[in-house]
């Protein structure tokens, strides 16, 4: 096994029980990993955003990778020569030739590019409300786009989930398929959740009754959907488990055990510095 190896294991195996030692409480140890991984996940993020869409989707864009009697032009000769200066700073966002993705030109997208950069300006103070421009922008788009998917995926899916049929030869039960049972449950769980949410008349009497029984569809619903997600995370948190128990071997050179003695070994010198340490005095 390499020595980088061995050191991926023993970062992988701190980072690890840093964040389990916030059960016992916060605690330096878990300060650091979670700056850690703020910090990386921020950056990796940041990285891959922008190698896979702001430089070939934006700039691949503006400087598509044209022939180069088609640059020689006037206002061609202009705009790849500002590309050039661009390269001559950065070459691996701005190659020679231009940037070869598939795209042809399509100087609209200044647009978004000048609103990025206003975004950019709100590090400062005085030019900071040139980013409202660009948030406003990107915050309207994304809740119009958001809106037409949601009523697309969810919305009218939801509709053709509801028009079941009781006829065709359909059986009164059945667990996995279709049938009439499970046809009654879909048509007065959507009802009864929809009423629920109806406001504009008190809840007493037979709408009361329904509105209740929508809670307990929505109760049923909420609770498979947080169970689904505890099993997820219990299948990550075995993950890290058996990782743990791999970093405890001699091939790692038992990093799980050294690094477990270490961490405990220093929280308790810190709680019993804390506990003789005088009560603060007020006055």
């Given at each position: 096994?390499?020595?980088?190896?061995?050191?991926?294991?023993?970062?992988?195996a701190?980072?690890?029980?840093?964040?389990?030692?916030?059960l016992?409480?916060?605690?330096?140890?878990?300060?650091?990993?979670?700056?850690?991984?703020?910090?990386?996940?921020?950056?990796?993020?940041?990285?891959?955003?922008?190698?896979?869409?702001?430089?070939?989707?934006?700039?691949?864009?503006?400087?598509?990778?044209?022939?180069?009697?088609?640059?020689?032009?006037?206002l061609?000769?202009?705009?790849y020569?500002?590309?050039?200066?661009?390269?001559?700073?950065?070459?691996?966002?701005?190659?020679?030739?231009?940037?070869?993705?598939?795209?042809?030109?399509?100087?609209?997208?200044?647009?978004?590019?000048?609103?990025?950069?206003?975004?950019?300006?709100?590090?400062?103070?005085?030019?900071?409300?040139?980013?409202?421009w660009?948030?406003?922008?990107?915050?309207?788009?994304?809740?119009?786009?958001?809106?037409?998917?949601f009523?697309?995926?969810?919305?009218?899916?939801?509709?053709?989930?509801?028009?079941?049929q009781?006829?065709?030869?359909?059986?009164?039960?059945?667990?996995?398929?279709?049938?009439?049972?499970?046809?009654?449950?879909?048509?007065?769980?959507?009802?009864?959740?929809?009423?629920?949410?109806?406001?504009s008349?008190?809840?007493?009497?037979?709408?009361?009754?329904?509105?209740?029984?929508?809670?307990?569809?929505?109760?049923?619903?909420?609770?498979?959907?947080?169970?689904?997600?505890?099993?997820?995370?219990?299948?990550?948190?075995?993950?890290?488990?058996?990782?743990?128990?791999?970093?405890?071997?001699?091939?790692?050179?038992?990093?799980?055990?050294?690094i477990?003695?270490?961490?405990?070994?220093?929280?308790?010198?810190?709680?019993?510095?804390?506990k003789?340490?005088?009560?603060?005095?007020?006055?």
């Amino acid at each position: 096994m390499s020595g980088t190896e061995i050191f991926g294991g023993w970062v992988a195996a701190f980072l690890t029980l840093a964040i389990f030692s916030y059960l016992y409480k916060d605690n330096p140890f878990y300060k650091i990993a979670e700056h850690i991984f703020v910090g990386v996940s921020a950056g990796y993020w940041t990285s891959m955003f922008f190698w896979t869409q702001i430089q070939p989707n934006l700039f691949g864009r503006l400087w598509p990778k044209l022939e180069a009697s088609e640059m020689s032009g006037g206002l061609m000769s202009v705009w790849y020569g500002i590309y050039n200066v661009l390269g001559a700073v950065l070459p691996a966002v701005f190659p020679a030739g231009g940037i070869d993705k598939g795209h042809g030109m399509h100087l609209i997208y200044i647009i978004p590019f000048l609103l990025g950069i206003m975004m950019l300006l709100s590090i400062s103070s005085k030019l900071s409300w040139f980013a409202r421009w660009g948030i406003a922008y990107t915050v309207g788009m994304a809740a119009g786009l958001r809106a037409y998917g949601f009523l697309n995926s969810n919305v009218i899916g939801q509709i053709k989930g509801s028009a079941v049929q009781f006829v065709g030869g359909l059986p009164f039960f059945n667990l996995l398929g279709d049938s009439i049972f499970n046809s009654l449950i879909i048509v007065v769980g959507t009802i009864s959740g929809l009423i629920y949410f109806y406001f504009s008349k008190e809840h007493t009497g037979i709408l009361g009754k329904v509105g209740r029984l929508g809670i307990y569809f929505l109760m049923i619903s909420f609770g498979a959907s947080f169970g689904f997600a505890v099993m997820g995370r219990i299948s990550l948190l075995i993950g890290r488990f058996i990782d743990l128990i791999d970093y405890s071997k001699a091939g790692y050179h038992h990093a799980t055990i050294w690094i477990m003695i270490v961490m405990v070994a220093l929280l308790g010198y810190s709680a019993f510095k804390e506990k003789q340490a005088p009560p603060p005095t007020t006055e």
